[in-house]
């Protein structure tokens, strides 16, 4: 099992800035890849971003492409989203997920932070 932990999340000003955090425990040898969602109000859940555990590749929706960046801190089992620029559509809960070695499907979630971006 792998347990996340998701910080950083609150209420910013449209063009503001955030850095989400991500602490991964448990049986992180497992992970091969690490992601962040988001779930607005009333809509469905969508990929943000992710980060290859190993190899650092990184993926991003079209929608954050130039203004989010995804990292982690192997040593502090540490993933982070750096927000940038953000818009009041970021609006949304944040999710942490990692992704199985074996499945390479998304098996553990966070609990989730909230983002608000006022306009």
């Known amino acids: 099992q792998v347990q996340l932990v998701e910080s950083g999340g609150g209420l910013v000003q449209a063009g503001g800035s955030l850095r989400l955090s991500c602490a991964a425990s448990?049986?992180?040898?497992?992970?091969?890849?690490m992601g962040w969602f988001r779930q607005a109000p009333g809509k469905e859940r969508e990929f943000v971003a992710s980060?290859?555990?190993?190899?650092?590749?990184?993926y991003y929706a079209d929608s954050v492409k130039g203004r989010f960046t995804v990292s982690r801190d192997n040593a502090e089992n540490t993933v982070y989203l750096e927000m940038n620029s953000l818009k009041p559509e970021d609006t949304a809960v944040y999710y942490c997920?990692?992704?199985?070695?074996?499945?390479?499907?998304?098996?553990?979630w966070g609990q989730g932070t909230q983002v608000t971006v006022s306009s």
């Open positions: 997920a990692a992704s199985h070695m074996a499945t390479r499907t998304y098996d553990y």
């Open positions: 448990g049986r992180t040898f497992s992970i091969y890849t």
């Open positions: 980060i290859a555990w190993t190899s650092s590749r990184t």
